[in-house]
């Protein structure tokens, strides 16, 4: 099965510019997720979609981030405006949503922000 | 909340075993995950653990010990490709299957 899509690889931008993600999750798998990954650190949630609701964004600085997930397949993660501390690799994951389900990850999104 | 606790570096040698502990607290379990990241990789899962015992796939083991709030994942027969980071993570009861991570041990394995 093809796996987890995210583009771009990377990306450099200036603070206080803006930046938009995009990931396309395994065919069939309904939750979706978005984690930030810093340098040295372990993933953390920034947000959880179930099709095209969010279940949890309870981390999610929502003053800068945003993230949708329109029809329930694709999502989009968006930073405006973009902080120095903001730089990390996002990862997009998605899993089936069963509790032994594992989360299956995309390359990620290795951000910048100078 | 969650708290999760890995060591930060180990070292090993090839052909050797080495176990990597997790030890979590949390409000509430439904199962522990370790994944292995290599270097500017993506995370990729390696066990699930929802019972206590111990799972065998291959190379790789898991343990699991919930009344401990513990596992470890160990490694037998090292190859030079499995130095890597170990990211231990723990699903929470009602989280709707999200998986909180902890910081993963880096692991390099000599000659």
């Known amino acids: 099965e093809a796996g987890v899509a995210q583009s771009p690889r990377y990306k450099i931008i200036e603070k206080r510019q803006s930046v938009a993600f995009w990931c396309n999750p395994i065919?069939?798998?309904?939750?979706l997720y978005w984690y930030q990954q810093i340098l040295g650190q372990g993933p953390k949630l920034l947000i959880q979609?179930?099709?095209?609701?969010?279940?949890?964004d309870s981390q999610l600085p929502k003053d800068r981030f945003s993230a949708e997930r329109l029809k329930g397949v694709d999502s989009t993660l968006k930073i405006q405006p973009a902080k120095l501390e903001d730089s990390a690799v996002y990862l997009c994951?998605?899993?089936?949503?069963?509790?032994?389900?594992?989360?299956?990850f995309g390359n990620g999104t290795r951000l910048t922000v100078t | 909340g969650q708290n999760i606790d890995q060591p930060t570096e180990m070292t090993a040698t090839e052909g050797a075993i080495v176990q990597i502990n997790c030890t979590y607290q949390?409000?509430?379990?439904?199962?522990l995950f370790w994944y292995q990241q290599h270097a500017g990789e993506a995370p990729t899962f390696l066990s699930y653990?929802?019972?206590?015992g111990l799972e065998e796939k291959g190379r790789f083991s898991s343990f699991l010990s919930r009344s401990k709030g513990y596992s470890y994942l160990l490694l037998k027969e090292l190859q030079m490709k499995d130095s890597a980071s170990y990211l231990c993570?723990?699903?929470?009861?009602?989280?709707?299957?999200?998986?909180?991570f902890g910081t993963g041990t880096r692991l390099q394995v000599t000659l």
């Open positions: 994951a998605s899993s089936l949503g069963r509790d032994d389900s594992p989360l299956h």
């Open positions: 065919s069939g798998h309904a939750t």
């Open positions: 979609f179930q099709n095209n609701g969010v279940v949890d």
């Open positions: 949390t409000s509430g379990f439904n199962g």
């Open positions: 653990n929802v019972l206590d």
């Open positions: 993570a723990v699903r929470p009861t009602g989280t709707a299957s999200k998986l909180t």
